[in-house]
Each structure stands twice: as structure tokens, then as C-alpha cells.
């Protein structure tokens, strides 16, 4: 038997014992619990971490486009030099950023608490946010690894890739990384880069004085960039200075000295801009190919000297358009060959980088009509071929002429010249929709085209001003189609031969329409070739024509398509090229005209309701004259 007082004490320590194994098992829960807790929101944040990115170059560099005469004129995309290193710096470089940015960089793990609690009390003083607590780490791992958003998540993951830095960097690296990929302002990211930037010079020779007007850019690159805004840049300046003498980086007498450095007055680099060099930047990606860091230099077909010529024509003839209610303009000129080496696409860049010349769809008016002659002359009309003048309904579509005029019966060249809508619609009936629709694809329009749409003949349908110019050159070259572009090209393709009888006429009439026709404010002193249109209530005002080895096209409107007060094509169109034209002659940048073209004649009507061939085939009648007549 056992005795009842050590049942007491063994039921007493089984107690006992149940009690402990229940109180711990209660406490290893909490604990496992809380652990899994702290755990699982780090699983969470780390699954969408782009570690696999931390450690990646940085990325790509600029580039830098050059004239035909290979001066640089404009830069695209981000300018970067490669990373510094931070032991051949001059120690007050690194310094200034310390100072101003992470002054406890050093003695912390990517998360500086006496930071945070320090701003925190400041910003509280304040009521707003004056001071931040973001070390040199978290910064870095924010501008280079997320996308800058504000949320507790990406804050969370601010802070787990700081401290994943701190662990595979030494602090050497992370500021090395810092300072090679911060923005600068102006396109500029990075020390190297800004250095040549303001200064022009590598980092390795900065100033005590320039490495604080540097230091300051950072908290605000564009409020602060020294050359736009030079006493707020030079304001911040003394305040990364004093920073540095706090933080024992260099003496008050080397600040007092520093101090005097004189903020930089222009960039180093190159402006950002123009029309031209947004059109042609999409095509010169592969230059990037194989490139880290620094500028590339991509030669184009750009003609600094014309673009300069055709820049100052525009100003003027939108200058003297006075009460026209012409707000915007556009201009191509190219080579015969497709080379552009001109483009303006509005009035001010800065204002509206829109480009007209080329993201515009317009309607080109009877400058269409050009399509619509060249069916004509294929369906064996000519230059001389005579056109009935009487109204013509198409369709339940009657036209009519410009202030109504016309009636009279002219031949092809007549009707060109003067931009008779009439006969081109009776023009356009007669060859047919799908004729006058493939002489515009075999001119290189790639733009929508109805064939069975008569107004086509009035040049209804909606084209941009490059390619419309590029189907003249068409003319100009005798090849087609005539494809744009803006990069030197080792090998162009070879287009088909625009057939020389048919070339010869289009010359001959669109000689005519400058010689005595709607595009007489286009003369030159040498001959020159041009179409002009105006379309429907005065929304749009074209004239596209050669002259030498150029070809040009001006295009005048409002991008709200609203009317302008009777502006033809023959009017600010046609001087505008005419000013580009003289000015590039007298300068040398467009060749002097061969001999001129002799006119064009194809046989002589017989009378006024008949249309003859240039050449009578024998025993036959043209079915071009056929169709007129109903035969």
C-alpha cells in the first residue's frame, strides 16, 4: 500500500508537472505564432522583390544625332557616363553628398533609426514635412529596384532591399551605385555624367565648391538645376557646404572659399528637341546594341543648314499671315532619293512638340489631284488632251470650282494649272476610281483610299505631309515609290521607273500650275514644279513642289480643324516655299536647274468637244476618248 502521504506528493507533482508541460506549450505557441507572424509578411514582400535586378549594369546610355555634315544637333534618352569609383574621388565629393543626404552612411544598416526618429520629431515641429528619414541605401534601392509608387508595401520593400544591399555590398559599392545613377536634372542621371554635364569635366577634378552645387541638385533637379535657376542653386550650395563643416568634412575656411564658385552658366551637353529628331529617334534603337553608358553618335540625313533655312521661312510666313486665323504649319523637304533633310512640324516646339509634318492626317486637297492626272495620262490622255468643262454630277456629288468659276472647256494642262475641280471630277470618272487609287499607291500613299469614292478626285482622303511629299519626289526622281528616311542608307531598295512619257507630262503641267497657274506665288528663277490645294471651308492650305535637287511640301492650318480667313494654297503655303527655295539656292544647298523641260504636246484638238491623243493610233479610237463621249 502506499501511503497516503506520498499519494499526496505525486498527485501534487503530477499537477504540477501538467501545469508546466500546458504553461510552456501556451508560451512555444505564442512564440511559433508570433515568429510566423514577423515571417510570413517578409515572405510576402520578398516574393515580388526584384533582387534578381540588384546587381544588373546600369542601364543604357544616350545618343547623340548628327547632321549630314556630322555636327551633333540633338540628344535622346538618358545621359550616363559609367559608374565613379569612389576611392579615386576626391574625398569632399563623396563628402558633400554625406553631408546633405546620409551623414550617419557609415554607421548604419541600410535603415538609420536615429535618422527616422530624428526627422520624424522635426516634421512634427514643423506640422509637414521638412526633413526625410531615407538613408543613401534606401534611396537607391527605391530609384534603381521600384517603381515610384506610395503604399506600406513598397515601403516594406524599400527597406528589405536596403538591408539585402548592406549584406552583399560593402558601403563603397552601394555609394558607388548611389552617386552612378541619381538624377541630375536635364536628361542627366549619375555624378559622371553630371560633371561633364555642368562643368566639363570628369568627376575625378570636381571642386569642393562644384561637388556641393552638385550635391544640391539631387533633393530637386529641376527647381535647382544651376543653370535655370542659378541663385537657388547657389542658395543650396551653401547649405551642403555648412553641412560639410558640421560633419568635419572640411574646414570654414575651405567653405568661405568654396563658396565663390561660380554656378555654370550653359550646359555642356546638348538641348533636347525638334521635330526631326522625334521622328527619326524610334528608328535608331539598334544603336543602342552592345552600348552601356556614355553617348552614341548616330549619323542622319538631317541638313542643319536647310533646317535652319526652313525654320526662319516659316517664321516669317506665319509672321506676315496677319489676320489669316492660320494657327499652325508643318514642312518637309527632302532629296529626290527620299532623303529628308528638313522637317518642321508647328510653330513652336517647346510649346506643342506635335509633330504635323508626320503624326497629322490632313486632307491634301487638289493637291491630290496629281493621282488623278497620272491615271489620265496612263489611260492615254495628254498634256493637251481637251476636257469638256460643263458641271458633272457623280454619284448624287455635284463640284464645283473655287468661287464658282469654270465651265469652260480646257485641256489637261489648262485645268491642272488652274485647279479646276470640275473637269478633274470628270477627270477622275473617266479613268476610274481604281486607276486613280493605284497611281497613288504606285507614288508610295499608303494611307486609307476609297475607290469608289468620286470626292477623291478633290483629294477628300486624309494623308500625313511626308508621305504626300515623298509621292512628288516621286516625280521629281522618276522612281517610285520614294520611301522617306532620315539614317544614310548603304543600299536602297530599287522602286520601279516611273514611265518617261508620263513623267514628262506631269512635269510639263505642274510647271504650268508655277509658270501661270494657282502656284504662281511660287516662282523661283529657275524652274519649278508644284501642285497646290486648298480644301473644303479653308481648313487646309498645301503646296508641294521641286525645284533642282529638293523637294518640299507646306502644309497651313489649325489643329482643331477649324476655317482660316481664305488661305489658299498659292497663298502662306506657296511663299513659305518660296522662301526656303530662294534662301537654299543663294546658299548653295540646292542645285541649279538643268535645261528646262521643253513642253509637252500631244497632238492639237480638232475642236471643242473633242479630245485627241498626243499620238493618233491608227484605225482606232483612244478609249480615253471613248469613254468622254459615251463611244
Known amino acids: 500500500m502506499v501511503p497516503e502521504d506520498v499519494k499526496a506528493r505525486l498527485a501534487s507533482a503530477w499537477i504540477a508537472t501538467r501545469a508546466f508541460v500546458i504553461r510552456h506549450r501556451l508560451l512555444f505557441g505564442a512564440g511559433l505564432g508570433g515568429l510566423l507572424a514577423l515571417v510570413a509578411p517578409l515572405v510576402w514582400l520578398g516574393s515580388s522583390l526584384p533582387i534578381s535586378r540588384a546587381l544588373e549594369p546600369l542601364p543604357s546610355r544616350a545618343i547623340i544625332l548628327l547632321d549630314n555634315r556630322g555636327q551633333p544637333f540633338a540628344r535622346r534618352g538618358a545621359y550616363k557616363e559609367p559608374p565613379v569609383v569612389i576611392k579615386a574621388l576626391p574625398k569632399p565629393v563623396p563628402a558633400a553628398f554625406l553631408a546633405i543626404e546620409d551623414r550617419r552612411f557609415y554607421h548604419h544598416l541600410g535603415i538609420d533609426l536615429v535618422g527616422v526618429t530624428r526627422a520624424f520629431v522635426v516634421n512634427a515641429k514643423a506640422g509637414h514635412t521638412v526633413q526625410g528619414g531615407s538613408t543613401i541605401t534606401q534611396q537607391l534601392a527605391k530609384n534603381a529596384f521600384l517603381a515610384p509608387e506610395r503604399s506600406l508595401r513598397r515601403k516594406g520593400q524599400e527597406a528589405m532591399i536596403a538591408l539585402w544591399l ?43 565648391g562644384e561637388a556641393a552645387i552638385l550635391a544640391g ?60 529628331a522625334d521622328w527619326i529617334s524610334p528608328r535608331v534603337k539598334s544603336a543602342f546594341d552592345g552600348a552601356a553608358y556614355g553617348e552614341v553618335k548616330v549619323p542622319t540625313t538631317l541638313d542643319s543648314r536647310l533646317q535652319r533655312l526652313a525654320e526662319r521661312a516659316v517664321a516669317r ?70 476636257v469638256v468643262g460643263a458641271p458633272v454630277t457623280i454619284g448624287g456629288w455635284t463640284p464645283s470650282n473655287y468661287e464658282g468659276g469654270g465651265g469652260r472647256d480646257l485641256t489637261l494642262r489648262d485645268a491642272f494649272a488652274q485647279s479646276n475641280n470640275v473637269i478633274a471630277a470628270r477627270v477622275y470618272r473617266t479613268a476610274g476610281g481604281p486607276a486613280v487609287v493605284k497611281a497613288a ?106 525645284t533642282g535637287d529638293l523637294v518640299v511640301g507646306v502644309w497651313v492650318g489649325n489643329d482643331d480643324h477649324s476655317p482660316m480667313s481664305r488661305v489658299v494654297g498659292g497663298d502662306i503655303p506657296a511663299r513659305i516655299w518660296r522662301d526656303v527655295m530662294t534662301s537654299g539656292l543663294k546658299a548653295g544647298l540646292i542645285a541649279r536647274d538643268s535645261p528646262p523641260v521643253p513642253r509637252v504636246s500631244r497632238g492639237e484638238p480638232r ?25
Open 317 to 386: 510666313g506665319m509672321a506676315s499671315s496677319g489676320k489669316a486665323r492660320a494657327g499652325q504649319v508643318a514642312l518637309v523637304a527632302m532629296r529626290p532619293d527620299g532623303r529628308v533633310v528638313a522637317m518642321v512640324g508647328g510653330r513652336n516646339y517647346r510649346q506643342s512638340p506635335f509633330n504635323r509634318a508626320v503624326q497629322a492626317k490632313r486632307q491634301p486637297g487638289s493637291a491630290f489631284k496629281l493621282f488623278v492626272y497620272l491615271a489620265a495620262l496612263r489611260d492615254g490622255a495628254g498634256p493637251d488632251s481637251l
Open 217 to 276: 541638385i539631387v533633393k530637386a533637379p529641376v527647381d535647382l538645376d544651376p543653370v535655370d535657376h542659378p541663385e537657388a542653386a547657389r542658395r543650396r550650395a551653401r547649405l551642403v557646404l555648412d553641412a560639410m563643416v558640421d560633419t568635419k568634412a572640411i574646414t570654414p575656411e575651405q567653405a568661405r572659399e568654396a563658396g565663390q564658385v561660380k554656378v555654370p552658366v550653359a550646359r555642356a551637353a546638348l538641348p533636347v528637341g525638334g521635330y526631326f
Open 441 to 546: 499607291r504606285d507614288l508610295g500613299i499608303t494611307s486609307p483610299l476609297r475607290e469608289d469614292d468620286a470626292t477623291l478626285a478633290l483629294g477628300t482622303a486624309e494623308t500625313n505631309l511626308l508621305e504626300l511629299t515623298a509621292a512628288y519626289a516621286a516625280v521629281a526622281s522618276g522612281k517610285m515609290p520614294i520611301q522617306p528616311y532620315g539614317r544614310p542608307r548603304v543600299a536602297a531598295s530599287t522602286p520601279a521607273v516611273l514611265d518617261p512619257g508620263q513623267r514628262e507630262a506631269l512635269l510639263d503641267m505642274l510647271g504650268a500650275v508655277v509658270q501661270e497657274g494657282t502656284g504662281r506665288a511660287a516662282r523661283l528663277s529657275q524652274r519649278a514644279y508644284g501642285k497646290t490645294g486648298t480644301t473644303q471651308d479653308y481648313r487646309d492650305a498645301v503646296f508641294v513642289g521641286f
Open 166 to 208: 548592406e549584406l552583399r555590398l560593402s558601403k563603397d559599392e552601394i555609394l558607388s551605385r548611389y552617386l552612378s545613377s541619381i538624377y541630375f536634372g536635364d536628361g542627366v542621371y549619375g555624378l559622371g555624367a553630371a560633371a561633364r554635364h555642368y562643368f566639363g569635366k570628369p568627376p575625378e577634378q570636381l571642386t569642393i
Open 607 to 631: 475642236d471643242e468637244e473633242e479630245a485627241v491623243e498626243a499620238e493618233p493610233r491608227p484605225h482606232r479610237v483612244p478609249k480615253w476618248l471613248r469613254r468622254i463621249f459615251g463611244l
